[in-house]
């Protein structure tokens, strides 16, 4: 989120802190301390832009996919600090919004063609996880209610595929991250975890190995090209009236 646009809907402000305004449609909500009046049922994010801001960064898919717009918030008279994507969380009334566009956690270097999967590899990569102290909230920070602090001990325990199937979900939002008192980059972990049983444990997929050998040889260079060249609409139509595989009976 950058500067602000200053609409006309901009700071407009009730008088008393609470005084909700649902006959008129509208809630507060409270950015960088600031209150602004906002349309009730739309998503944080719809709700930040309506007071005026701009997104630039924190801001990708807007379908909750890319985990771009981590959001921290809390409620007026509530202690605790709650997590949200702010495309996809409606917006409450009083809420105190703080969006997280970059979480600057620690992330290790690694040759996956190099590393095997062994127990222990999620380990010696990531030791910091033997520290978990299984106070779980990274799994309550989790924005995709992922079993987060499950699947750091599977890692733990050297179960590569459990970890990866558990954190399959992960949508490296970076938010489990920023409570651990062990310093755990969950994220990181779990995408490791899926990278491992991708390359050294699933079955290789012969359909898949017949595929790229037909990209190689060019077969669908044509066929790409007038994609390419295609406008908008009519590749959405292409999308959408594909042939899936799965569903051919
Ligand atoms: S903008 Fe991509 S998850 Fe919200």
Known sequence: MTAEAGTE????KRDTPGDTDE???????YLMGKRYKVPIGQTIMAAIEYAGYQFIRGCGC??????ACS??????????LQFALACQTRV??????VQIPFVPAYKARYDLGKMGAEDNTIL???????????????????PQDIKVMQYIQCALRGDIEKAAELSFD????????????ADIKHYHVGQ????????????RSENLKMRNAEIDEGIYDNEMDDIMNSEDDVVRRMYNERTIESEEG
């Open 9 to 12: 809907n901009a700071g407009k």
């Open 23 to 29: 006959e008129h449609g509208t809630y507060n909500i």
């Open 62 to 67: 807007r379908a909750g996919f890319c985990g």
């Open 71 to 80: 959001t921290v918030y809390r409620k007026e008279k509530e202690q605790k």
């Open 92 to 97: 409450e009334d009083e809420m105190y919004l």
């Open 124 to 142: 010696t990569i990531y030791p910091e996880i033997a520290r978990c102290v299984s106070c779980n909230t990274c799994t309550k920070s989790c």
């Open 170 to 181: 992960c949508i490296q939002c970076g938010l489990c991250a920023m409570r651990c008192p």
């Open 192 to 203: 490791l975890a899926r990278r491992l049983r991708g390359k050294y444990i699933d079955k």
